[in-house]
């Protein structure tokens, strides 16, 4: 089916590729299009670096997906790509982390690989479409399709895609994307679908239940300062402290503190007072553009600096270097470097960038 639309949907006798990770979202969104009389195969991505066999959360994964699978009568296939995940999403977490920034590695692996490996081998098969059970919405004309936060906004997942090419929308379909939460459920209940009882994952997946120092190795002690340059305390690392945290500081004062500023380089961390958080503009880099990006810097734009923060207004700019900035019509609390910056007009997604520096004058 093409054309304008809610939430454009492959139409019966499509060939579409389904990544089916066992949860409850891409279970209904697979049994969604094997009720439209789309042709639908389930593609599991492994991607954590463990040895096959040995059990622990992705084991449980891969073994819901091909119950789920079994279930709906399709066939289902498992893409390694665990070398690549450790390349692409793994190592640069790491690597962000230990300078001193905040990254999104959902973002990451969303583009290289469930919309970049995953994509290049459904579309390679001969497919037509690779559906997710990510909750957001792909409407608009032929030749104008962009994706749209989903019908349920408590749920919408649109922030973690922009980075995807915008040339891949026409091969892509998000079937849970106009439904609520509940109403997926319903869906997976009735169809006696094994995923309706599952937990949502809410963690970095590769972290598991390990904390974020041993992931990023051995943390080296340093000082906690604060405005004055008093050395008021003894962090952990400072790679292990994000701007704006409060919890876990370890320092007594006659007033809240927050993490203001973070230096991996020195391993010196700085706290100050929550008015110290709020910036009025960031520069920002590594942007992707969904709409022409000449759309998205003419007038006001919505722009989410966190996946749970509510959009705020905004101009985007370039500046006499090219950079793009943003410039926000009220001073936004905790513009952390490394986050994503994601641009909407409405409940349109237009693109995003990751923040490089926040700005707070």
């Known amino acids: 089916m093409s054309g304008e639309s809610e939430n454009r949907m492959p139409g019966a006798g499509e060939r579409v590729a389904v990544a089916l990770s066992g949860g409850v979202d891409s279970s209904a969104a697979a049994w969604l299009l ?8 389930a593609f599991t991505i492994r991607h954590l670096c463990g040895a096959e ?4 959360p992705e084991e449980d994964s891969l073994g819901g997906a091909a119950r789920v699978a079994e279930a709906l009568g399709i066939p289902h296939h498992v893409l390694d790509a665990r070398e690549i995940f450790r390349d692409e999403v793994m190592e640069p977490f790491r690597r962000e982390y230990l300078a ?10 969303n583009r290289s690989i469930k919309f970049g490996v ?4 459904v579309l390679d098969g001969g497919f037509d479409r690779l559906a997710t059970g990510h909750h957001a919405r792909l409407a608009g004309p032929e030749g104008g399709l962009r994706i749209r936060r989903a019908a349920d906004l408590s749920k919408d997942q649109s922030y973690v895609l922009w980075a995807i090419g915008a ?3 026409p091969r892509l379909a998000f079937p849970v994307g106009g439904l609520a939460k509940a109403e997926v459920r319903r869906i997976a209940a009735a169809a006696g679908l094994p995923a309706v009882d599952r937990p949502e994952s809410q963690d970095v997946c590769f972290l598991g239940t390990g904390d974020l120092p041993g992931f990023l190795g051995e943390p080296r002690p340093g000082p906690i300062m604060d405005g004055a340059g008093t050395r008021i305390g003894t962090h952990r690392g400072a790679a292990c402290y994000t701007i704006g945290q409060r919890k876990g500081l370890g320092v007594a004062a006659g007033e809240p ?6 230096d991996t380089r020195l391993n010196v961390i700085r706290l ?3 008015e110290e958080l709020f910036a009025s503009a960031a520069i920002l880099g590594d942007e992707n553009f969904h709409a022409p990006e000449e759309e998205a810097l003419r007038g006001e734009v919505l722009v989410k600096i966190r996946y749970r923060h509510e959009p705020s207004a905004a101009l985007l700019r370039r500046d006499d270097r090219g950079r793009l900035r943003v410039l926000f019509h009220k001073p936004q609390r905790a513009v952390t470097p490394g986050q994503s910056a994601v641009f909407y007009r ?15 004058s």
């Open 34 to 41: 094997r009720e439209a009389g789309c042709r639908t195969v």
């Open 272 to 274: 100050g007072r929550e």
């Open 346 to 360: 409405g409940d349109t997604l237009l693109g995003g960038a990751v923040i490089d520096a926040a700005l707070r």
């Open 257 to 262: 503190l927050y993490v203001v500023e973070t």
């Open 100 to 109: 001193g920034r905040t990254p999104n590695p959902c973002v990451v692996c």
């Open 118 to 121: 995953l994509l290049r081998e």
């Open 167 to 169: 040339a891949a929308l």
């Open 53 to 56: 066999g040995e059990g622990g």
